[in-house]
């Protein structure tokens, strides 16, 4: 009933850019917010960014706002996130995240949102 798909990812060096897409199938609801989170070897998934259904709300960790750019095109059910000025440190394994319990707010807590990708790799080399 859900899926979402991600892709993208690659290797880029420091200061460069990179974009990530969602492609999401979600038939139980049909407005839904959703978000984007990273997560690197033995620590916690974080927030990265987020975005209600109509696109006028928008969050970002600290760590990543004037960098990277959260957007989706509802017609085509997909989920961006642009990120520019690349650092080392945004290494990580990248998910799609959608939160189908309510569609006005960009929320940035891990446990509002219900379904995940599977994740795509982004490496920053130095």
């Known amino acids: 009933q859900v899926q979402l798909v991600e892709s993208g990812g690659g290797l880029v060096q420091a200061g460069g850019s990179l974009g990530l897409s969602c492609a999401a199938s979600?038939?139980?609801?049909?407005?839904?917010?959703m978000g984007w989170f990273r997560q690197t070897p033995g620590k916690e998934r974080e927030f990265v960014a987020a975005?209600?259904?109509?696109?006028?709300?928008?969050s970002y960790a600290d760590s990543v706002k004037g960098r990277f750019t959260i957007s989706r095109e509802n017609a085509k059910k997909t989920l961006y996130l642009q990120m520019n000025s690349l650092k080392p440190e945004d290494t990580a394994v990248y998910y799609c995240?959608?939160?189908?319990?309510?569609?006005?707010?960009?929320?940035?807590?891990?446990?509002?949102?219900?379904?995940w990708g599977q994740g795509t790799q982004v490496t920053v080399s130095s």
């Open positions: 995240a959608a939160d189908l319990n309510q569609w006005r707010v960009a929320m940035s807590k891990r446990d509002a949102f219900d379904y």
């Open positions: 979600i038939r139980t609801v049909s407005r839904y917010a």
């Open positions: 975005i209600s259904w109509s696109g006028d709300s928008t």
